[in-house]
């Protein structure tokens, strides 16, 4: 029975072949990048964010006045933190264990589930700026507050990239992790010939 | 060089060996139990969020004069739509082809991503709802519609516990789908075995 490494494949498309080291340096250039750009976007709009402030004939707004806007500061702070520490661990090129890649699986993972949740939270808050709730008397805050609202915007967009960078990284890092796993036999042509190699 | 069937293991704990078909139909039940409870727990959700509506002096408040309500309630109806259809596919026992597993993750993801979105924003709003915001002027409405915003928090509880579940669906898909594919080499003594093994 051949070994799944000589005929293999990865998902990124590298044939698993001789050259395999320029594969895996490759895949792991990729994810190095994939790192330093969520942490570059996430210090931007964590500094859109903090620095947005409007004063004016109707009062004064500050981001610390929304808790959803004081939560994204705090979730683009931690995933620039997180983003910084794993690019360096990325990039230095060491044997790859069980418990690092589980590591990596889950805390990528989490920090999807909780930048994607900043991203929702202040969405929500700033379509009702824009656009109020009649029902329950909140009024638009965007026509007094205009400023506020682009600068706002900006940093929840900036957010959502993050979050689609997280999830490339959520894929890479499952395949690192699953990887390294059996699949799962089942009324495959490949479990006969696997019970027949281990009869014969 | 041994082959990663014989001595593999699953990250379900199911030790590899000859009772495979075992391991395999234990881990399509609990992924056919991990579809059918969110299937009903979305229903749940969605059948308290549409029912929720409540009328008093103050005036009548229901679920569709907000908008991240009617988002949380299209995304349990999705999300129970696609559990059931799904737990119908994964029960039955069938080859795993790599177009499948590859839908299978893709959707199982975002279908997480949305779920968690809907789960966010309307815990957003009833936070909001809850405690209101004096520097936008938004004034707290659950002092006057405490049933409206008790039955609302059940249901985005719900819809949170049907994230959990869904994050773990996201785990058995990516396990089924990398399984398949081979892990990327790097600096492993694995990798100097492989060398050998080819030059020799």
């Not at 004939?57 to 931690?78: C, E, K, P, Q, T």
């Not at 008397?137 to 993050?162: D, E, N, P, R």
């Not at 999830?167 to 089942?186: G, T, W």
Request: glycine share 8%.
């Amino acid at each position: 029975m051949a070994d799944k490494r000589e005929n293999g494949r990865s998902p990124m498309g590298i044939e698993n072949s001789e050259d395999d080291e320029f594969g895996s340096t490759s895949m792991r250039t990729v994810e190095t990048l994939l790192r330093l750009l969520p942490m570059s976007l996430c210090i931007a709009a964590l500094i859109v964010m903090i620095k947005n402030s409007q004063t004016n004939d109707f009062g004064s707004l500050s981001y610390s006045d929304l808790g959803a806007f004081r939560y994204l500061v705090h979730a683009n702070g931690i995933c620039a933190g997180y983003s910084l520490l794993t690019a360096i661990v990325a990039v230095v090129p060491r044997p790859s264990s069980m418990p690092r890649a589980w590591t990596f699986f889950i805390l990528d993972q989490v920090l999807t589930y909780i930048i994607l949740g900043a991203g929702a939270t202040s969405t929500e808050v700033i379509y009702l700026a824009y656009k109020g709730d009649a029902a329950v008397t909140w009024s638009q805050a965007c026509g007094s507050f205009g400023g506020f609202c682009h600068k706002a915007t900006a940093s929840i967009t900036l957010t959502f990239v993050v979050t689609l960078c997280y999830a490339c990284l959520s894929l890479i890092s499952s395949y690192r992790l699953f990887s390294k796993y059996d699949p799962p036999l089942s009324y495959t042509p490949k479990q006969t010939e696997t019970a027949a190699a281990s009869q014969g």
